[in-house]
């Protein structure tokens, strides 16, 4: 690692140039609708502070993936804004860049940042799935009077007709449940991952050749990512979502992602170092295919 910039990897303008950039950063500070601990408004400076101490070299695929460039756009202005004024402002600002081949990889922020960026991605890639990564299902059809709450973020990509494949789910209520059952979602549980090896094969048959990522970070054990709103025990390891990532890369094409729910220095920064690593493995992945 060179000089570090204030962006994200800590990139030399040559790297960081908006045109000629493949990836494009997008910071969504937003929490208004965090149920339990708020501090996801800082998550994006935290992850972007953090990603400037990770090493360009892959120790996996030994190799460097920054060079296809990394751009880091101006955060969204969240502030005193309604959840619904919200995807607004994300699709307007997401929508030109995929329209442009951009892989637009979005920090939160808290969940209810998805639905927007899944929106601007159907329009341009039809045939796209969903590899939604998290602790609890967010199926909800509305929660506290909103449709579009951070517990709503998968319903709300169920109503776009975006097949999706949820993984690290441990928390749910009954509607939930029987949603899932009645459409016959794929759901993989912590519990069903630890008892099945070869689980990952599972993840790929229900996603298309086409992906778009969501990582709530709480998707991972709390032992490993303490700082969220709402942690649940049990979880991935890290290991356990590099090796998932790492696989869709290598079989699907990854054209867009988001890290949502990271509450920085609580409990160290470990969860910000964490989540700033997996963005670089997301990064690497999305050039395998």
């Excluded at 998932?244 to 890290?259: E, Q, S, T, W």
Aim: glycine content about 6%; proline content about 6%; overall charge negative.
């Amino acid at each position: 690692m060179s000089e570090s910039y204030d962006n994200f990897l800590g990139l030399e303008p040559k790297y960081s140039d908006p045109k000629k950039s493949k990836f494009h950063i997008l910071p969504i500070p937003y929490d208004v609708t965090a149920s339990y601990v708020k501090g996801t408004v800082n998550g994006p400076k935290g992850i972007i502070s953090a990603s400037q101490q990770v090493e360009y070299f892959d120790e996996i695929l030994l190799d460097e993936f920054y060079q296809a460039g990394v751009y880091t756009q101006d955060e969204i202005k969240c502030k005193n804004i309604s959840v619904e004024k919200l995807q607004e402002k994300i699709y307007e600002k997401a929508e030109p860049l995929v329209k442009a081949g951009k892989f637009v990889f979005s920090l939160g922020g808290e969940h209810s940042v998805t639905p927007a960026l899944v929106k601007a991605y159907k329009e341009h890639y039809p045939d796209i799935s969903v590899l939604h990564v998290d602790a609890h299902a967010d199926l909800r059809d509305e929660y506290h009077g909103s449709k579009f709450s951070h517990a709503c973020a998968m319903r709300r990509g169920w109503d776009l007709d975006v097949p999706f494949v949820e993984v690290g789910i441990r928390s749910m209520d009954k509607d939930q449940h029987d949603f899932i059952k009645a459409k016959k979602l794929k759901v993989l549980s912590p519990t069903a991952i630890n008892h099945k090896p070869d689980w990952i094969k599972d993840v790929l048959a229900g996603l298309t050749d086409t992906v778009y990522i969501t990582f709530d970070i709480d998707g991972i054990d709390p032992a490993y990512a303490p700082g969220t709103g709402t942690p649940e025990p049990g979880g991935l390891t890290y290991n356990q979502a590099v090796d998932m990532i790492l696989a869709v890369g290598k079989k699907k094409r990854i054209v867009g992602a988001d890290i949502v729910e990271v509450i920085p220095e609580m409990c160290g920064v470990v969860t910000e170092f964490l989540a700033a690593r997996l963005a670089y493995k997301i990064i690497a992945a999305a050039q395998l295919k």
